[in-house]
């Protein structure tokens, strides 16, 4: 089974900062990695995923993450965030080898970003 | 295309009431997924649909049921509602890939039951 923890509940920065968001996961079998936003009173919407290959991710809106397989972690970053980006994320895992669809798909608890003027 | 559209979009309900939540997707995916967002505890997948027909448990399935009749439409339903049901449900759709695809989240509905 696979768990993910996102390490802040909660990032409150300003404007033009930049900013990272943790997230580790726990497995025993290789995983995709995803991160969702969500937007106030909107469903989620695919930031970004690795699948494979480089180890940097680049997704939309100007965020990236990194696949740190040593330390089963995949951080979420951003160099200068706008108010725009006020949204909650949520890192996800699913098993690699996985295929149909994402039933196997697990959520952390998600991390809440402030940006503020 | 409307992508992931659900009905209604709020409701109240009162202990022991009934009620169904339409999931409607324009995109032909095989898989819906049916989630609870719950403060602090992320998305949890309540029930999930392989294809027309077919319905399958996930994580939190006690107290729901759910039908695929028509590949489009995802239904849950809640026999006798209990104040523990009180979420933000999400509706979400996928591809059948060879590898993991991209869920489709419709905007969500929320039920406050009394």
């Known amino acids: 089974a696979q768990s993910v923890t996102q390490l802040d509940s909660q990032v409150p920065v300003f404007e033009e900062a930049p900013v990272e968001l943790r997230c580790n996961y726990s497995?025993?079998?290789?995983?995709?990695l995803f991160w969702y936003v969500q937007y106030p009173n909107q469903g989620l919407q695919l930031l970004l995923k690795?699948?494979?290959?480089?180890?940097l991710v680049k997704g939309i809106n100007g965020f990236e993450a990194e696949f740190n397989k040593s330390q089963t972690s995949f951080h979420l970053r951003k160099p200068s965030v706008h108010i725009s980006d006020t949204a909650e994320y949520f890192c996800?895992?699913?098993?690699?080898?996985?295929?149909?669809?994402?039933?196997?798909?697990?959520f952390g608890k998600g991390t809440k970003l402030t940006v503020n003027p | 295309n409307a992508g992931v559209t659900q009905t209604p979009k709020f409701r109240v309900l009162k202990t022991g009431q009934s009620m169904t939540l339409l999931c409607a997707q324009d995109?032909?995916?095989?898989?819906m997924y049916w989630y609870r967002q719950d403060p602090g505890m992320g998305l949890r997948l309540i029930h999930y649909?392989?294809?027309?027909?077919?319905?399958a448990k996930g994580e939190v399935p006690d107290g729901y049921n759910v039908s695929r009749l028509k590949k489009q439409n995802f239904l849950l339903g809640l026999e006798s509602a209990a104040p523990s049901q009180t979420s933000v449900y999400f509706c979400?759709?996928?591809?059948?890939?060879?590898?993991?695809?991209?869920?489709?989240f419709g905007p969500g509905t929320r039920l406050l039951v009394l």
């Open positions: 649909s392989v294809g027309e027909g077919t319905t």
């Open positions: 996800a895992v699913t098993p690699r080898g996985t295929q149909g669809g994402s039933e196997k798909l697990v």
């Open positions: 497995s025993s079998v290789s995983v995709y």
């Open positions: 995109m032909n995916h095989e898989y």
């Open positions: 690795y699948l494979s290959g480089s180890t």
């Open positions: 979400a759709s996928s591809y059948t890939g060879t590898g993991p695809e991209t869920q489709y």
